[in-house]
């Protein structure tokens, strides 16, 4: 047969894509389960790491269990959810409704001097594709305890850096509403944030529209967030 | 060398092995798969994983493509070689992902564009199309060791004098400078994590080779 024919080269191509994609589809499958639960694992860090428990894939599962007591979903109102779990909530898919239609997951944490966290979990977009983070609140619903952003492929050195303790431990300590309990959320600031403002913190150099996305991630979802932390603090106050 | 029919580990398929590794070297003397020695050497751990990885990318994609060197139509063979590689590439990541998170999602987006390493497109069209399956797979390994001795000596110093770390698979981070250093006023120097320092110590690397191999030297 001739090899430089268009009929064999077509065959060629035609085959080797068909094996090709054979065998990793089959890889795909038989690997699924476990990446699976390496996603979930990597989750419950992030989570744990937003109320500054340290833990890796191997103890991550029984730290969970003892630190994290509660968790459901509330709506827009502040109300909960039933028959949704917390965990089990795709927020890739929460992001794109509108903010009164989405589930907002909350984990309740208990830290070993018995204070009380509230964790909330967030989504937006930063420059090359998706941004994620979980906010753990203090139980008036206003002041943030800790941070964690996560991200899929930002730039290394530059807007990857939101997942570094350097940013996110600037975010200790800000608070969500002001004093007349409107919302602010926290604004990233380009240059330096003023020392001991309560909604700002500094962006990252060369990272500007990540540093943007995040600030819109933080806006939206306070806002979807609102009624439920508003909520805490009225309990609280009683 | 084709017609090489002698024992597994001649002299000749030897140094391809041993060849890449110095006066061949793919970083510092032919200055291949430069991009992905510069993102992924801030920590030893993401490189050496990324040396295993382009180490067994390399390795498959010469042997699969010398054994089908001579069916692939001249005229797709650049298209049938991306597919066999970016194939390898995935599988690598799935694997990743399946059994090495953490570093699958450090190494995040330099797993994929292994695909687009100069070193593997160059060595398959270099090398593999033209010789048997079993010189094909030293010369693999070969560039592969090469490129990754590199990146792991970049990594070293890098996360040595940026972080006073080192950070090694399945143990973690263990500190190396001692604490007391710092008591003594020892600081880091932050500027080996940024990526202008990864070409500096390439440099250095580059230079040290060839004052010590005059023969690297181009003549004026």
């Known amino acids: 047969m001739d090899k430089q024919g268009n009929t064999y080269t077509f065959m060629y191509a035609a085959v080797l894509v068909i094996v090709v994609a054979t065998l990793l589809a089959m890889v795909s499958q038989l690997l699924k389960e476990r990446q699976a639960r390496n996603e979930l694992v990597a989750k419950k860090t992030d989570i744990l790491q937003s109320v500054s428990i340290e833990s890796n894939a191997r103890n991550a599962e029984d730290k969970f269990k003892n630190a994290i007591k509660a968790s459901y979903v509330v709506n827009f109102k502040g109300e909960k959810v039933d028959g949704v779990e917390a965990l089990s909530v795709d927020m890739a898919k929460e992001v794109r409704k509108s903010v009164e239609e989405r589930h907002y997951p909350v984990y309740e944490a208990s830290l070993e001097n018995g204070e009380k966290k509230y964790i909330i979990q967030l989504r937006g977009t930063g420059l090359w594709g998706p941004i994620w983070g979980y906010v753990s609140i203090n139980d008036d619903g206003n002041t943030i305890y800790g941070a964690t952003f996560g991200h899929k492929a930002e730039t290394p050195g530059l807007g990857a850096e939101i997942d570094k303790p350097v940013f996110q431990d600037q975010f200790k300590g800000k608070q969500i509403f002001d004093a007349s309990g409107n919302l602010v959320s926290v604004m990233v600031n380009k240059g330096k944030a003023p020392q001991g403002a309560l909604h700002e913190v500094d962006a990252i150099s060369g990272g500007t529209i990540t540093s943007k996305g995040l600030e819109a991630m933080l806006k939206s979802f306070f806002q979807g967030y609102e009624n439920f932390l508003k909520n805490l603090n009225s309990e609280s106050h009683e | ?220």
């Open chain 2, 1 to 220: 060398m084709s017609n090489d029919n002698g024992p597994l580990f001649s002299a000749k398929n030897m140094k391809l092995i041993t060849a890449p590794l110095g006066a061949q070297n793919p970083i510092t003397v032919q200055v291949l798969g430069i991009c992905s020695a510069l993102a992924v050497t801030a920590k030893l751990e993401p490189a050496i994983v990324m040396s295993i990885s382009v180490i067994f990318v390399l390795l498959f994609s010469n042997l699969i493509i010398s054994l089908l060197r001579n069916t692939i139509p001249s005229r797709i063979r650049i298209i049938v070689q991306l597919v066999i590689v970016a194939a390898l590439v995935i599988l690598v990541d799935q694997i990743l992902k399946a059994f090495a998170y953490d570093v699958s999602r450090q190494l995040s987006v330099f797993v994929g564009l292994i695909i687009t390493n100069c070193i593997i497109m160059g060595r398959l069209e270099a090398f593999a199309l033209g010789n048997r399956p079993w010189p094909s797979v030293l010369d693999g390994i070969g560039n592969g060791a090469g490129y990754g001795v590199i990146l792991i000596i970049v990594a070293f110093f890098r996360e040595l004098l940026g972080s006073g770390t080192l950070t090694f698979p399945g143990i973690g981070t263990v500190q190396i400078i001692p604490d007391i250093f710092y008591q003594w006023g020892y600081v880091n120097n932050g500027f080996m994590i940024l990526p202008p320092m990864a070409l500096i110590v390439v440099g250095i690397i580059i230079w040290v080779q060839r004052s010590r191999n005059k023969a690297l030297v181009e003549s004026n």
